[in-house]
């Protein structure tokens, strides 16, 4: 008789689109790795406890976590790793003897990729647009490795984004961290590195249509930026065509 195969999934909302069974199923299979990989849709961010708990009642391995959840999970949560304690989001939880405990790796995603460009960011604005747990990632990442001369937020709600800002304050060895609305393209445009942590541009996604720039013509990109998409579906998102051919 075979033995069951472990579950893992990804644990969302709307992330119907996801990549990410299919990426993992054929990895496992690959391998010969005794998992299967699915998506868990959760409509409400007040349905997530009584899934991480059924996830312990049955034996779950696994979860990775995405939008908007990164940050609802922490609560649930019977440990958390420095990076995921000091960033305040979760993007991989793990069940352990039926204790869930909470992991960050976005913070090496967005470092590693960036490590030829360190010269060109250091000492200089970097930007991130948006403001949930992928931003905070982001934010520690540049903290820890590229000393920007600050890191300025680009957000649609101020008053969100406003609270992020207040928490990030206590962290004394963080860069300055700055406020602005996504229509403020000049203070954009002084940024040497430009981050998309918003969902914009994601395949499937209902709002991958969204433009975070004022269209292809745009005077915001210029060819002494780094741009850097965290979408991953597409390959060659919107964001990146436009930062090509700046």
Known sequence: MKNAKKILGLLGRNVHYSYSPL????????????????VFNIESPNQVPAALAGAKALGIAGFNVTIP???????????????????GAVNTIVNRNGKLEGYNTDITGVSAPL?????????????????????????????????????RLFVRNLDKGELLVNWRKSDNN??????????????????????????????????????????PDTTVL?????VFDMVYNPMQTVLLTMAETA
């Open 23 to 38: 990426i993992h199923n054929t990895a496992s299979e690959i391998l010969h790795l005794p998992f299967y990989y699915t």
């Open 69 to 87: 959840y990164k940050q609802t999970v922490l609560q649930c949560l019977d440990t958390l790793s420095p990076e995921a304690s000091k960033t």
């Open 115 to 151: 490590e030829p460009y360190t010269g060109r960011i250091a000492g200089h604005p970097a930007g991130i647009f948006g403001n949930g747990g992928a931003a905070l990632a982001a934010i520690e990442a540049l903290s820890l490795n590229y000393n920007p001369s600050s890191i």
């Open 174 to 215: 963080s860069p300055k961290l700055e406020l602005f609305s996504m229509q403020d393209h000049c203070a954009m445009k002084e940024c040497r590195l430009l981050i998309n942590a918003t969902p914009i541009g994601t395949k499937g996604f209902t709002g991958e249509n969204d433009q975070l720039l004022p269209g």
């Open 222 to 226: 210029h060819d002494e930026q780094v």
